[in-house]
């Protein structure tokens, strides 16, 4: 069993930035790939980013390629999200997730069925 959870959501302006911390519990952290999320209200949960639990390979969506990074820290069970030159379509709640184990392939970073434990989300909103 692994629990999930995010802090550092909040309120930003356009062109601010904000970093999210996901926790995890359980000592087999760095084996696993954990990804980051997000779902906007009436829209669909999307992919942000993913990173390898080496934390060696990223994965990134379009829309958040070279605004934010992300990162992790196996010492600590803790995975990043850094938000930079955020804009107001980033407005959501973001998730964090942990990949079933197993092989991967980069194009399957981004489905959600890829993951099975999920945190409980943090809001973030970006005002004009």
């Known amino acids: 069993q692994v629990q999930l959870v995010e802090s550092g959501g909040g309120l930003a302006q356009a062109g601010g930035s904000l970093r999210l911390s996901c926790a995890a519990s359980?000592?087999?952290?760095?084996?696993?790939?954990m990804g980051w999320f997000r779902q906007a209200p009436g829209k669909e949960r999307e992919f942000v980013a993913a990173i390898s639990g080496s934390g060696t390979s990223t994965y990134w969506a379009d829309s958040v390629k070279g605004r934010f990074t992300i990162s992790r820290d196996n010492a600590k069970n803790t995975a990043y999200l850094q938000m930079n030159s955020l804009k107001p379509e980033d407005t959501a709640v973001y998730y964090c997730?942990?990949?079933?184990?197993?092989?991967?392939?980069?194009?399957?970073?981004?489905?959600?069925?890829?993951?099975?434990?999920w945190g409980q989300g943090t809001q973030v909103t970006v005002s004009s």
């Open positions: 997730a942990k990949r079933r184990s197993g092989p991967f392939s980069g194009i399957s970073t981004s489905v959600l069925s890829e993951y099975d434990y």
């Open positions: 359980g000592r087999t952290f760095s084996s696993y790939l």
